[in-house]
């Protein structure tokens, strides 16, 4: 673009009087989401951007850890993001809350927060390393809701970058059937001299539309007039991003001028390229490189904040989420007025060790104030420890997050975006609103964590601690569920990836003071008897005073898959006490439960008690107990016992050129292919019975195989019976 004055740079707001002229003003704020895959350049963008309008002095990197954004000491330890971070800028009177998110696939909740936070997203593709599959899908699925969207390439200050080459690659797989709606808006001009780390950087860019050069080489950003050969070479350029912006404007007397040859002022065109890019009809590629050392002028950061300012739609322009009463009812949609009843969500909760906990807020309507009396709903999420939860609370003290740096705010309006402390209650997800209007808000969705992790307490401290430590985690982090598996009695983490899980064990340990030790992830086996058999429980004790003595026999056999467990009373002639019945089945029930063979839960048998002896004195409940216990292990022994393993239903969504892959990789894990059938364009659902043995690691090892494309679910079926070698297996580890 490059076409309109733009005001001075202003810093990112400190309680200035325009700070809180822009914070009472809807239409004057942009909220937009850095979307890209790990390494694209995100972080090391809003850097450059933050720089660029004043807010920092000088640009970290992340390989130091001095980024605004990467604040978090394992961030700094991975030199990557993990988790949504929101960087405020002001350009040209505008304030945009820029959302720093990760892109690795681990930490796709933290991606999908900022995605609901946000209004728009900048989609960030480096020069050197292509587009990956996770990307490609997450453009999908913003387009499926109409979000506008832009591109930025990056890195173009690499030796082996390609701008040209790049834009085609956005173009393939961003524009659909419409690949003349993804075009850049400017040509890197040629590379000038070698910077100090030896590689050639882009002297500046030539605007399409405007017909400038905008130079950077020197340091600062200068406009001039291109010579006659360059606006030449440009010519096939201009003409189809043109024609593309005259198309998207929907206007055929306007497609007709300019067909017809008549010229199209500057204005008309940028004006139609704003109201094309804010309704998600045109995306619009841009150019980005790292300023040179001391210098503010990062290549294009000056058209891109301009692009954002002014294409990109404020909060005013995008409808928020459906909502109803606490109770599921429906009431009035919700619009961006400040006047409006309050509506915000919660999209992020963190831990401070100083502050407490933090709860990053997306208003959607209405206004907060300091001090102002809400209600906290949220949904209920039983498999992931959660319930539904209603409670009224004071808002503490406003701030706008720079980083980890916390700046007092007086209010938050509708469309804006601020930190909470204190909010005891409030989890990731949840709406605050009024206390004489509650609501709740639909939520968005979340990634099913499918990777287990078992984990034990150190020590008998972190173990006191542990409870309290992981509700608050959870709180925190709804892409974590926790289990206490009632068969393996094993603490497990659902996580959505291995580095998702050492994130968090990480989190336990230094923000909580927790130490855990992950351990073997046991599945969740049962046994059951082979065949019929008998057996005899004796259990005779005397040792001064009542002595112990109870005998009783019993037969078992196996019933069908499902049907439970069965006990049958067939003694006759009073040889077992009626009152010490109960107590053989007990004790039967009780065994069943710590298995008669490997450990796990015995299933689907019937056990009849068929004789026994008592003793006027010597006989109890307790006895009883131990004999009908004695008398099942024993008839384990002569009817045989079988494992039984879970068997899951698989969904696996790839893309078609992995669907060899996938149903090869699904056979060796002992998988039964249902069917297969496509969804949408390009993309395979592929159905198949797996036994969850043979799936436990399956949520890293499907993102290997895929690409990062791939995409599944998971749910319990039935228990069936294992293949001998795969028992004998079984058996032995978990017998030592």
Not at 124 to 148: F, K, Q, S
Request: aromatic share 4%; net charge negative; hydrophobic share 40%.
């Amino acid at each position: 673009m490059g076409d309109r004055t733009t005001a001075a740079p202003g810093g990112p707001g400190r309680g200035t009087a325009a700070d809180q002229y822009q914070r009472s003003r809807p239409d004057l704020i942009r909220n937009v989401v850095l979307v890209g895959h790990s390494g694209a350049g995100k972080t090391t963008l809003a850097e450059t951007l933050a720089l660029a309008t004043g807010a920092l002095t000088r640009a970290g990197r992340v390989q130091d850890g001095t980024t605004v954004s990467d604040y978090d000491e394992i961030e700094h330890r991975q030199q990557r993001s993990v988790q949504l971070s929101l960087v405020p800028l002001v350009h040209a009177g505008v304030r945009i809350n820029l959302l720093d998110t990760p892109g690795y696939a681990d930490f796709v909740g933290e991606l999908r927060a900022g995605l609901r936070a946000a209004d728009a997203a900048l989609f960030v593709v480096p020069a050197t390393d292509g587009i990956d599959g996770a990307t490609r899908m997450l453009w999908e699925e913003c387009a499926a809701v109409a979000m506008p969207r832009a591109l930025v390439v990056t890195k173009l200050d690499a030796p082996q970058a390609d701008f040209n080459a790049t834009v085609e690659l956005c173009r393939e797989a961003f524009g659909g059937d419409n690949p003349e709606a993804v075009l850049p808006l400017y040509l890197p001009l040629n590379r000038g001299p070698a910077g100090p780390d030896g590689n050639p950087r882009i002297s500046g860019l030539l605007g399409l539309l405007s017909g400038s050069c905008y130079d950077y080489g020197s340091g600062q950003r200068t406009e001039h007039t291109p010579d006659r050969a360059l606006v030449e070479t440009a010519a096939e350029a201009r003409d189809r991003l043109i024609e593309a912006v005259i198309a998207e404007s929907e206007d055929e007397a306007l497609m007709d001028r300019y067909l017809s040859g008549e010229t199209v002022d500057t204005k008309t065109l940028i004006d139609d390229l704003e109201r094309a890019v804010a309704r998600g009809a045109f995306h619009p590629v841009l150019a980005s490189a790292l300023p040179v050392e001391g210098s503010r002028a990062g290549l294009g950061s000056a058209e891109l904040l301009e692009l954002v300012s002014s294409a990109f739609p404020s909060p005013a322009e995008h409808l928020p989420p459906p909502a109803t009463t606490p109770e599921g009812r429906p009431r009035p949609a919700l619009a961006c007025d400040p006047e409006g009843p309050l509506a915000a969500e919660v999209v992020k909760t963190s831990g401070d060790p100083y502050v407490g906990r933090l709860s990053l807020v997306r208003v959607f309507s209405g206004t907060l104030r300091p001090d102002q009396p809400v209600h906290v709903s949220g949904h209920g999420q039983a498999d992931r420890g959660t319930d539904d939860h209603d409670a009224d609370e004071r808002v503490g003290s406003l701030s706008s997050p720079f980083g980890r740096t916390q700046r007092s705010v007086d209010q938050a309006v509708a469309g804006d975006i601020v930190c909470i402390a204190k909010l005891g209650s409030a989890q990731t997800g949840d709406t605050l609103s009024a206390p004489a209007d509650p609501l709740l808000v639909a939520p968005w969705a979340m990634p099913d964590p499918l990777l287990p992790v078992a984990v034990e307490a150190h020590s008998k401290a972190d173990e006191d601690k542990l409870s309290q430590s992981l509700g608050r985690i959870t709180a925190e982090d709804p892409t974590l569920r926790l289990e206490q598996n009632p068969d393996t009695h094993q603490l497990v983490l659902w996580c959505l990836g291995e580095a998702h899980a050492d994130v968090l064990l990480e989190r336990l340990r230094s923000r909580y003071g927790v130490q855990v030790d992950p351990v073997p992830y046991t599945v969740p086996l049962r046994e059951t008897f082979a065949g019929t058999g008998h057996g005899r429980g004796r259990h005779v004790k005397q040792s001064g005073g009542h002595g112990q003595f109870a005998i009783c026999e019993i037969d078992v056999e196996p019933l069908p898959p499902g049907s439970g467990f069965e006990f049958v009373d067939r003694v006759v002639g009073g040889a077992v006490p009626r009152q010490f019945i109960p107590s053989v089945e007990k004790g039967v029930r009780a065994q069943l439960l710590r298995g008669v063979s490997a450990g796990f839960p015995v299933v689907d048998v019937r056990v009849t008690l068929v004789d026994g002896k008592a003793h006027s004195v010597d006989s109890s409940d307790a006895a009883f107990q131990t004999a009908g216990a004695l008398a099942l292990r024993e008839a384990a022994g002569t009817a045989g016992v079988r494992l039984l393993e879970p068997v899951a239903e698989v969904r696996v969504l790839v893309p078609d050129e992995y669907v060899g892959a996938v149903l090869s990789d699904l056979s060796s894990r002992r998988g039964r292919v249902q069917g297969t059938e496509p969804v949408g364009t390009g993309r395979t659902l592929v159905r198949a019975e797996v036994p969850e043995l043979e799936i436990v690691r399956y949520a890293v090892d499907l993102r290997s195989l895929s690409h990062g494309a791939g995409d599944f679910t998971r749910a319990y079926v039935r228990h069936e019976a294992m293949p001998e070698a795969v028992a004998a297996r079984a058996l032995a580890e978990s017998q030592g």
